[in-house]
């Protein structure tokens, strides 16, 4: 069955969050919360993401912070000028 979830981008921050926290995507994540909710049986401990990913090349096309929208643009400060005499 698949569900769609339209979250307040705070929620989905918070969620992020706390997936990352644990290791593991936001989708594992959010299936565990809703498995617990429904009374399942839940695993003790979701693999983390670093074992879920053979390669640099799959974690960075299915990173779990795909979609997240983050702002990750670098300072654009420069050093200050040092006088070395």
Known sequence: MNVTL???PEV???LMA???AR???LDDYLQELVAKEAGLPVAAEARPIHKRFDNLSDLLLN???A???LDLERSK???RPVDLA
């Open 18 to 20: 706390r997936a990352h």
């Open 63 to 65: 990173s779990p912070f």
């Open 67 to 69: 979609g997240a929208n």
């Open 23 to 25: 290791g593991v995507s």
């Open 77 to 79: 400060d420069y050093p």
């Open 6 to 8: 339209n979250l307040d």
């Open 12 to 14: 989905e921050k918070g």
